[in-house]
Each structure stands twice: as C-alpha cells, then as structure tokens.
C-alpha cells in the first residue's frame, strides 16, 4: 500500500531534550514535507526536500532541522524543544513529476513539549 | 449551507443538503489548486483538484469552481452525508524559483458538520 509512515503518533517530552520523529514514503517521491498544524493556523509547512541531499525552509523553520540522505526518508529533528513546538506534525510527500502535484500525508505526530 | 470562507470557519447542514465550502486564496501565480478533507485523528487526505486552466470540475458528489478573477475556490458536496463531517482545506500550489520547486500553502480550514 502507498504510503507515508510516521512515528511517532504521540510524543511527550521536556523542554530541551533532542528528539526527531521519522518518516518515510513507499512512493519514491521525490518531494518531502513537513507540516505542522495549530488550531485556527491550518498546516504551516516547516522545511521541505526536492530530493536527497536537497532541503529548504518552509515558513516556520525556526527550532528545527531535517536531512534527506535517502529518497525514502525525511526525519524532522528537534535540537532543544520548547513548548512552542508543542503542535500536531505531519510529513507528507509527493511526485513533482507529471501533472498531479497533490501531496500523500503520514496520519500525524502529536508532540507536547512540557 | 454555505461558508463565506475563513470569518466562519464552522459550517452545519442537513443531511442530505448540499454543502458549499468557500476559501480565498491569496498569490497571483497559484496555478493548482486541491481541496483536502481531514477527519479527526487521521492526516489530510485528498478530494479533488483543479489546474488554472479551468474553472470548473467534477468528481463523486463533488464539484470544485475556480474564479481567478477573484482568487476564489469554491467545494460543493451533493447531498451531504455523516461521512462527510471533518474538516476541509483548500491549498494552493505554485512555483517559488525558476527551477522545479513548488511550494503548497494552506487555508485554515472549515469544519463541516452534518446534521441527522
């Protein structure tokens, strides 16, 4: 089945404690995302990848990094939480090929920072 | 019932209604356009989709309108059901740089409550 896999669904954590939530793809996609969503402030996107070894800043990148090493995989890192980043996260990927840019999205990670 | 877009983002009808989600988007060269619908607990999960070389489409009891004049998506469902209670966006795709990098952006959504 095609599909985004993210883990993990739920995550509590203390302020400053390095964490990073995976996610990985079966589609090989070459575009990978990361969103995260906040009541009354829809999905904002966080960084995104064209493809391996390619990442850039979404529009909330701050308190976050990424890597791309393989097609498959785009873990989003938290260096030093802070409660701000508490937030419902999503990974989503797509095929910029061909004429349907609609994305594939993972069923959430749900973080609170404490 | 309709949804003037993000000042009322809460939209109740009767089953069996049609439903008609609005949602203004705001970049000139947005040239894809998707309505994603999002049940609770569950990531958001593709409906239908229009290129800006149309105005409208259709798909299984949904319909999308496009007016670029205005910069305005419509989503209209046929004759809503229970199932279709969740929260719908609309999301705009276009171009960032001259190369092949495009970027989604997001509505706040509108949650759709169907009414036995």
């Known amino acids: 089945e095609a599909q985004v896999t993210q883990n993990p669904r739920y995550l509590i954590t203390v302020t400053g404690k390095k964490l990073t939530v995976t996610c990985s793809q079966n589609m090989n996609h070459e575009y990978m995302s990361w969103y995260r969503q906040d009541p009354g402030l829809g999905l904002r996107q966080i960084y995104y990848?064209?493809?391996?070894?390619?990442?850039d800043k979404g529009d909330v990148p701050e308190g976050y990094k990424v890597s791309r090493k393989e097609k498959r995989n785009f873990p989003l890192i938290l260096e030093s939480p802070s409660p701000n980043q508490t937030s419902l996260y999503f990974c989503?990927?797509?095929?910029?090929?061909?004429?349907?840019?609609?994305?594939?999205f993972g069923s959430g990670t749900r973080l609170t920072v404490v | 019932g309709e949804n003037v877009g993000l000042h009322l983002p809460t939209l109740s009808v009767q089953e069996g209604d049609n439903s008609i989600i609005n949602c203004a988007y705001s970049n000139s060269a947005s040239d894809y356009f998707i309505w994603y619908k999002q049940e609770s607990g569950k990531g958001p999960q593709f409906i239908i989709d229009i290129r800006s070389n149309m105005d409208k489409r259709q798909g299984q009891r949904v319909t999308v309108l496009l007016n670029k004049t205005v910069k305005h998506l419509s989503l209209q469902i046929a004759a809503t059901q229970p199932g279709d209670s969740a929260v719908y966006f609309c999301?705009?795709?276009?171009?960032?740089?001259?190369?092949?990098?495009?970027?989604?952006?997001f509505g706040s959504g509108t949650q759709l409550t169907v009414l036995p």
């Open positions: 999301a705009e795709n276009r171009p960032i740089s001259s190369g092949s990098a495009r970027q989604l952006t």
């Open positions: 990848s064209m493809n391996v070894e390619v990442t």
């Open positions: 989503a990927s797509s095929s910029q090929r061909g004429r349907n840019y609609g994305y594939t």
